[in-house]
Structure formats: C-alpha cells, structure tokens
C-alpha cells in the first residue's frame, strides 16, 4: 500500500499539467475538491511560486552582472593609470585583442610590430586605434601579405587617380570631401609646352613658366581663406626649389612649404601644387617610371592636388599615361585651370598662365564689391571672397559689417505727408481708389469682398481682381473635400491635383494599432479574435469576418450615475443615459429612439448614438451602385472603422480598401511609365530614369513610395528637357550650368522621402537662370542676341546682377519667387517677353493623382475593384478588367 502511494506521488509530480488559474479563483471550498483536481491545483501552486523565484533569481542575476562589470571597468581603470605612466609598454598579439579597449583609453600613437611575417593580418588591425600615426612592421616584406584597403585622409577624386596604378584596391571611409573654394575641381593636371631652362653653376633645371603659374595660385588660393601652412609645392628639380623661394618672398608667402618629393616622404598637407618642370624627359625617365616615387607624389594632398607640367611628354612613360588617361575620363586634365568667383558663381575664369590671374586681382572677379560700410559708402575694392572691406573716400573706412537698414531714396518732389494720403477717385465698381496720392499705377479698386466662385466656395479676393474673373481664373484657396482611398479629406486646395495622403492610419484590432501611412498596406493581425460575449464568441482569427451574429440581449450594467446601460451585450457601453441624458437619446433619427425600451449603439470614431433596430437596418440595407469605401456615420460622414455591431462589415470594406491600395500603386506605375514614354518620344530622357522605373515595379512598392519615385522621374526629366533646349539655344552657356545640373541630378537621385519637394524649387531656379541668360544674349548665337541700347543698359545691369543671384546653389522658395518676378518686371521693361519654353515639354505632363480620389474606383457585379477614369465626367465610364463588366 505504502509503495503503490509512493508511486502515485511520485506520477503526480512529475506532470505539468495544472488547473487554470480562472478555475482556481472561483474554488470556495478547498476539501470539496476530488483528488485528481487537488493535484492540478498543487501544481498550478508550484507553477506560481517557481515563477516567482525564477523572477528573483533573474534580478540577483542582473544585480550580479552589473556588479562584476563595475568590477572590471574599475581593474581596467587602475592598469590604465599604471600604463599611461610608461613609455614602452610590451604586449602579445593576443593580449592585445584580449585587453583591447584597455589600448583603446591608452591611445599609443606609435605602434611597432617584431616578425610581422608571423603574425596575421587580423592581429595587426586590432593593434590600431583612432590615435595611432605610425606603423612600424619589422619582418621580411616578401613574405607579408597585409592589404590595407581604406584610406580616411585624402579627397575621393585624388584617390580614384591612384587605383589601380598605384594602389590595387583602395577604398574610401570618412575621407576629406572638402569642395576646394574658387577652383570648380579638387584635382586637376594642367599641360602646357613652355620647356624647361638650364641654370647657370650646374645647378639644375628650371621652368619660369610653372614658377610664375604656382605662385599666382598660391596667392589666389591664400585670397580664399586658406592658410599659407596649408598649402605644399612639391618639384623633382633642385633648381625649380631655387627658383620658386626666390620668386616667393616670404612677406606674402610666409608658411608655403616649398621641397623636393623625396624630403616629403611619409608627410602630408591640405593642398599640394606638384610641378614637374621638365619636357625633355632624358635624365628623368626613370625617376618617373619608379611608381613608389609617382606614389609619394600623387599621394601627399588630402584636399586638393594641382599638377603642372607638359602631360604631352610625360604620357610617355606607361606609369603616366594610364594616370593621365584616368584623369582624362573624369575631365581632370586640360590647357586651363577653371577658377569661380564664390560670391558670382555664375563667373567663371579659365586660367593658364601668370596673366590670367588679372581677371582675379582679389581672388574673387572684376565686379565692384559695392558692400555697405558703416561710413555710409561702399567697399571701394573689387570683388573679394574675405570680409576686408575698405572705403576708397577720405574717410579711409575699414569696416566688415553691412548695413542691416540702408537710406531708401525718394523719386517724388511732392512732400511726404502729401503722398501718403489717399488717392480717392471714384470707381466703376462705386468704390474709391485706396492707394496713396502719387502712385505709378493706373487706379484700382482695393477693397475686399466675398464672392462665390464656380465650385461653390465662397473666397474674400479683391474686387479689381473680380472684376477681371473672365479674362484671368480665380484659383479657389478653400480645403478640397475630395474623399481619398484611405477615407481620410484630402488636404489640398480646392481644383488643384490631390496630394498623397500622409496621416497616420487609424485602423485598430483589440490587440494593436496600426503604424504605418493610412497609405500603406496595413499589417494584419493573426491572433485570435477578441469579440465574445455570454451568449456568442467568435472562433475567426482577427483579420478574418467574424462568425458570430451580433448579440440581440440587452447589457445588465449600470452606469456611473447607477441607472442601466442603454447598450446591447458584449459592447462598450454608451456614454449616455435615457434618464440623465433624455433630450440627446431620445432625438429621432430612424423613428423609434423614443420606445421605452429602445436599445442603442455608440460609434467610437465619432462618438454619436443610434437606436440599434434601425442601425442594423441601416448597415444591412443594399450600398449604392458600385460604392467602394467604408461605411460613414449617417450623421457626419466620419467613416466607421470601430463598431463591434458591424465587425464583419467593417472588415470586408477594410480589406477592400487594402486591395484598392495595391491596385492604386499598379496605376500610379502604368500613368508614370506612359509618361516616361511619352518623353522620350519627344526626345526627352535620361540614364538615370529605367533604374528607378525598375524599382517602380517591384512587389513591395507602397504608394508613398511610388509617388516619391514618381517625383524623382519628373526632376530628372525636367533637367534633361532644360539641357535640351540650352543646348539648341544657348550652346555657350551648356558648360557653364552642365555643374549645376549634375550635382542637382546626383541629389534628386539620392534623395529620401520630402527631400524631394526641395528640388522642385532648384529646378525652378535653374530655369529662370536660362530665362535670365536667354534675355541677356550674353550665349545666345550672334544673330539671335539682343541689341543693347542706351533705354536697355540700365536692365541690363538689373539683369546681370539678377543672373548672379540665380547662380546660388540652392535658393529659398521665397528668394526663387522674388527674383521671378524681377526678371519679369525687367523683362516688361525691355519690351522681350520672356519664352518659358525650357520646361515646356515636360510641364504639360504633370502627374495627375486623381486615382487617389475614392469616386475614381468602382466595384463591378463580381465585386471586384477597378479604376474609373471616368468619375468626373472627363470621359466615359470604363469596365472592370478583370471580368469586363460594367458596375453594379
């Protein structure tokens, strides 16, 4: 007997099983229990109290843990104060990766490895730290086979120069990407046939043309802002060193490094000016041909390197011609060096020799600086990058502040209070003239009135602009009450295209709410549906229709007033009380709100209340013709996505709207490619565009996604028409904007999410500055340009300095719109209306986003969703194209 109990107890506790813990609170005598149900509450017993100390051993694990990590930091804390104070501290490669943030603190800046043959690369890259400037490897160098592949000091352009000539494989991490100021490349090797001379005494060769060049350039890129330390002139040639100190006097130069290539192994600077002085290559050619010495050269700039010399002879040599070659595909080899003044980046100046640098006496251009002193005149110098203003008056100012508010002057003779009176003239409109005596403009009226426009808004405009309705539309600036696909308003105006919806979705399951865009497809929820009551229980998964019918007893709770709840079992209770609330409950809107024992529903989205009998009558009864969409509040139009009454209808509209989302995408695909086709038919494309409409038809493209590449197509096309028609008109000034519109491209390209609305403006910008150049005919062809007369000068000088500020990479929205309408008032002046012709390909394909609007889908009889292009009455309704059928 005693045995056979042992064994049953010992079969009782090794189950897992237990009671529930549901079950266990309703128990209410414990010796009732049969013997079986003890043991399932004993173990839901042990259940709990293991899990209560598997909680606090986990806490006492955590505490441990953050305990013996103190521990550690303060060990590492006392070898470091011990180490720092050493000069040479001893490690093994493996002690270094064991204590390696210990070497991390320490920051040894000198790192010398014994028998680096022996050791593993890997070992060796765990040595360096952030710190670290010198590595010493000590071994035989056959048998090293280290390959460091990233370089962090010099600009991208130099090392691309390098690979794979000098180095095999050389990559690019944190490196300089410093835009070298007033030159328009970072590196750039110029040639020219000016030949060396033999110095008196034997004591070299010498090339005065390449003296005189680098000594000009130094001073113009000292005008720039950059120190004199910061710049290096390397030579092979003892005698060019000779030369160049002589024609350098330190009083300007003070700082200029000026050695051989040789001396300046293993140093480095910001810009490097490399002149290779020979022609005749007798003597050199094997200097040249060592690629460690055309390394050492090549490789000492880390912002800038500028090399001159005759390319002609040195492409001779094979080590040379395939850098020059690679220089030359990146246009970085040439007669001339291109120089931009950084306040007129429009101006440009192309230098070769000594005097070209005339043209940019202060590192800036031959326009007048004309900036406000706080003398009251203006910097007398030309232009000039730095803020050394000087006054050319007796006053002998020397000032860097502008005037933040200059004296405006006064045409008029009349006295000032007499032109600020009103005008007063009577109207045709029985109003009177509002402006002030002494206006250039013929008289209008000014006053505000209401009117209603052919939309049905009511707009307050002006009533000179009422009156010219006719001729000139007015844009309705009201909210536009379009119903969108996800049943969010759509937030633009009134009879412009609707915009892409970007609120957050409110769809929301008992376990979650959704996340993401209302625009994107919505995560599903694969957990069990929570809609149960006493009477029902749905067995459906949460994104399936639910199975259960709505619950038709009435709720037993009462409210916080303690009278019972108007509401039905198994759903929230309404927030209003027959008694308390008697006039708002018993308001007819189905006709039986006032029954003693009416029952009510509350909807969640807008929170008004409707008897149920005629709600679930309401919900039932048949949609209209074709409707897509969710169902709306009968009172105010909210779309209902929360009534546990209506669950199943609720679902099927929210997964209707998911399958509208993906066919929405399909179309905003199919309207973009026709307009990508539509352009190149007309001549108009770009490289850049078939990678994005491949990433347009990917599966798991989402609408704000697809209209983001949309917009990136659009730019790019507008760029490539705006090069177009440069090109035909105004073939001179192609070079000029060609930087401006690559580094736009290569921008919109890159850019992410509302970045792009950005460009739309530059884009703006750069078509006012081909208007600009157009109506100066400064590029125009001979027989095209523009004769400037002496009634014109003055635009002219309008004109240019408008150019000048169009050049500006980027421009403010707002700066764009005001210089547009200088060059418009400039261009009524000159009596030359301006063209508007560089986008006019492309402007009369803007993307039309009405498939957004809900009124443009329809279902047909087999209830299936297509787009209906025909839902404003442009054109004839169309068929499903899945079944071809019209609509229900």
Known sequence: MKRSLEAVVKQELHKVDHMPEVDARQITDLWALPLKERWHL??????????????????LEIQYEAIAKRIEEVRLMEDERILKQAKVIGMTTAGVARYRKLLQEIRPGVILVEEAQE?????????????????????DRQQMMFCFLLQHRMHPDIAQILTPHIYNKLNN????????????????????????????????????HEVSFMKSLCQYLIYQGYRASQITVLTPCEGQIVCLRKCMPKSTFLGVKVCLV??????????????LVRSDMEGQADLWKNSKYIGIALSRAKKAFYCVGNMTAHSALPMWSKILSAASSCRQVGEALILHCENHPAIITAVSKEDDFLKVPLGGCLQPCSSSLSCGHTCSRPCHPNWDHKCGYSCNAEDDTWLTNPPMSHEQDAPYHDLTRPCGKPLPCEHTCAYDRGH?????????????????????????????????PIKCMSRCEARLICSHQCRGKCGAPCVPCTKPCRTKCYHQRCQRSCLVACQPCSRKCGWLCSHYHCTKLCLEPCDRPPCSMPCRKLLRCQHPCIGMCGEPCPGKCRVCDADEVRELFFGSEADPGAR???LADCRHIFEVRGFDSWIAAPEESGLVGMKACPKCDVPIRQNLRCNRVIKGKLHELEVLKQKATVVLSAQTQDMVK??????????????????LNELDVDIPRGVHINKQITLLLQLSEIRNKIQMTMPGFLPIINYQLDVLTKEIIQANGDRVLEYECQVRRITLLAEAQKLSGKYMYPQCSPAISAATAWEHEKLDAIITDLSVMPLLEKDVK??????????????????MKFLEETSKVAMNFSFLKLNHWSKCSNNHIYYNRGADGVTKSEVCNECFKMRV
């Open 818 to 835: 005001k210089l547009e309408t200088s060059l418009n008032d400039i261009a009524r002046n000159m009596k030359v209306p301006l063209s």
């Open 440 to 472: 250039s403009n013929a008289c209008c009226c000014s006053q505000k009135v209401i009117v209603e426009l052919q939309c049905g808004h009511q707009q307050s405009v002006l009533c000179h602009v009422w009156q010219k309705r006719e001729q000139q």
């Open 119 to 139: 050791v593993p690369e890997a070992h060796v890259v765990t040595t360096l730290t952030s710190a670290c400037q010198h590595l010493i490897l000590i071994g």
């Open 678 to 695: 539509e352009m190149e038919s007309k001549g108009i494309m770009s490289s850049f565009v078939p990678p994005l409409l491949s990433t």
């Open 173 to 208: 991490q944190n490196s300089v990407e410093e835009k070298i100021k007033g030159v328009t490349t970072n590196i750039f090797f110029l040639d020219h046939k000016h030949h060396e001379e033999i110095m008196h005494r034997g004591q070299g060769h010498q090339n005065l």
């Open 262 to 275: 040789d001396e300046f192994q293993g140093r480095e600077n910001d810009i490097i000016i490399l002149s």
């Open 42 to 59: 004993y173990r839901l017993w042990l259940s709990i109290y293991q899990k209560d100390v598997k909680a606090a051993i986990m806490d």
């Open 600 to 602: 009510f529903v509350q």
